[in-house]
């Protein structure tokens, strides 16, 4: 089964940066598009961002333009770079395959502060 390891998460005022990382384990991850996701409090979990192998990308209207999704296959690594953070974007964030197919990891937590 793999797993999913996400960091890169933090406290960060509007306007600032971060970039989360995503390692996956096992032998399956260069087969599959991945995504990733956020949930905020009292919400359901969105996807963000997904990106094929072959690096096409696509995002959730309310991160386009401001987040950038990355892979590195020989590293078996899906990055989220976001840019011009807004207090919306606080949540936990998590990355799965684009279809859910894995185990969820315990996320990163990202918190936006006006």
């Known amino acids: 089964q793999v797993q999913l390891v996400e960091s890169g998460g933090g406290f960060v005022q509007a306007g600032e940066s971060l970039r989360l990382s995503c390692v996956a384990s096992g032998r399956f991850f260069n087969f599959n598009a991945m995504g990733w996701y956020r949930q905020a409090p009292g919400k359901q979990r969105d996807l963000v961002a997904t990106?094929?192998?072959?690096?096409?990308?696509n995002y959730a209207d309310s991160v386009k333009g401001r987040f950038t999704i990355s892979r590195d296959n020989a590293r078996k690594t899906v990055y989220l770079q976001m840019n011009s953070l807004k207090p919306e974007d606080t949540a936990v964030y998590y990355c799965?395959?684009?279809?859910?197919?894995?185990?969820w990891g315990q996320g990163t937590q990202v918190t936006v502060s006006s």
């Open positions: 990106i094929t192998p072959g690096g096409n990308t």
């Open positions: 799965n395959t684009d279809s859910q197919r894995w185990n």
